[in-house]
């Protein structure tokens, strides 16, 4: 059973740089879509970005100037970083694993199956 | 702003029926997927594909689509499934990206 497991500094200050990792453990990390998703406090979820096995990343446009996520294979972990963060980056974070492919009638199936349990990241002077 | 449109809540009484809805451009061409969420907890994916539950999800969780919008369906709510529900798909902008809808509060009554 796959199971995530990430960790990472949880109380910033403005302008620093938040950095989360996600271990992948009793899974393959080839044919997924590696994502981060965040949620502010009191509000829905937000996708961040994601990244595949080779290194192929697709980011949200409204973080993307500020968003790296990075993989490492020899580890199966992959992580986040966010930079020049401010109260507005206040949230739990969450790893999780992404699945896409197309169906012959050319509908795509998406979807994340498995989580990782969150991490709360605050940002405060 | 969310490219996904879900109702911010939805009520049912104990035993009854309820249909939770999101609309969207990119339904047209991808099945929706359903998220609970209950308090303090992470999401747990209840539907995916065409009408798919993952192992340990009850049988009275199931998920349609027709045009635009997706619905998923609670059928005999229970008092457990009070929680919050996303749905889930790729945007219709075509760049490849993830998006949410903003949420459904679920109450069971």
């Known amino acids: 059973q796959v199971q995530l497991q990430q960790w990472g500094a949880g109380l910033l200050k403005p302008s620093e740089t938040l950095s989360l990792t996600c271990a992948v453990y009793?899974?393959?990390?080839?044919?997924?879509?590696w994502s981060w998703i965040r949620q502010p406090p009191g509000k829905g979820l937000e996708w961040i970005g994601e990244i595949n096995h080779s290194g192929s990343t697709n980011y949200n446009p409204s973080l993307k100037s500020r968003v790296t996520i990075s993989v490492d294979t020899s580890k199966n972990q992959f992580s986040l970083k966010l930079s020049s963060v401010t109260a507005a980056d206040t949230a739990v974070y969450y790893c999780?694993?992404?699945?896409?492919?197309?169906?012959?009638?050319?509908?795509?199936?998406?979807?994340?199956?498995?989580w990782g349990k969150g991490t709360t990241v605050t940002v405060s002077s | 702003s969310s490219e996904l449109t879900q109702d911010p809540a939805v009520s049912v009484a104990l035993g009854q029926t309820v249909r939770i809805t999101c609309q969207g451009d990119s339904l047209r061409s991808y099945y929706a997927s359903w998220y609970q969420q209950k308090p303090g907890q992470a999401p747990v994916l209840v539907i995916y594909?065409?009408?798919n539950r993952p192992s340990g999800i009850p049988d009275r969780f199931s998920g349609s689509s027709s045009g635009n919008t997706a619905s998923l369906t609670i059928t005999g709510a229970q008092a457990e499934d009070e929680a919050d529900y996303y749905c889930n798909s790729r945007d219709s902008s075509g760049n490849h990206l993830g998006v949410f809808g903003g949420g459904t509060k679920l109450t069971v009554l």
């Open positions: 009793g899974g393959s990390f080839s044919g997924y879509y």
């Open positions: 999780a694993r992404g699945h896409e492919w197309e169906l012959p009638e050319g509908y795509y199936y998406y979807y994340m199956d498995v």
């Open positions: 594909g065409k009408n």
